[in-house]
């Protein structure tokens, strides 16, 4: 049956404007899948601690038949095949990070992968460009709309649209 999945791009090496067009692009050739819609994309101010680059982030919606741990099979085959990611740093700098943000209604928690993310409602880098595409999506956990939970958000880091 075909899912809908959020997944959350962010990348601060190199050309990053271009990684994430050409990671919208991959994604668009997963088996089984299809990208429904992209979001803008936007240049954030580093979260975590860590002092490195600026990110740029955006979301992908999908529609797929792959299951959850397929999917993120997937994407951590594009992070290292694709964009040469190499071990890092916890919050650290990455070429590209593909996070699965929602898929469905899902909840699931296994060692491997947690659905809904886990900082998904944390982060202003995430929650802006998934409002922006999927305002009136219900956090299947929180129960509330991802524009609440972004107006909600008591975080200042800068996020600017590109
Ligand atoms: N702005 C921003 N900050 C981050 C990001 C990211 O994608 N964007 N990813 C991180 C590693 O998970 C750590 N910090």
Known sequence: MEQCAYIGLGSNIGDRELKLLMAVAELGKLPRTRVTAVSPFYETEPVGG?????FYNAVVRLSTE?????????????????????????????SMDLDILLYGELVLESEQLTI?????????????????????????????RIVELLTELASP???VRI
């Open 116 to 144: 809904p993310h886990p900082r998904l409602a944390e982060r202003r880098f995430a929650l802006q460009p998934l409002s922006d595409i999927a305002p009136d999506l219900v956090h299947p956990i929180l129960g509330k």
């Open 50 to 54: 860590v002092p490195q680059d600026n």
């Open 157 to 159: 880091e800068k996020v």
């Open 66 to 94: 792959l299951a959850p741990l397929e999917l993120l099979e997937r994407l951590k085959k594009l992070e290292t095949g694709v964009f040469h990611r190499v071990p890092s740093q916890r919050w650290g700098a990455r």
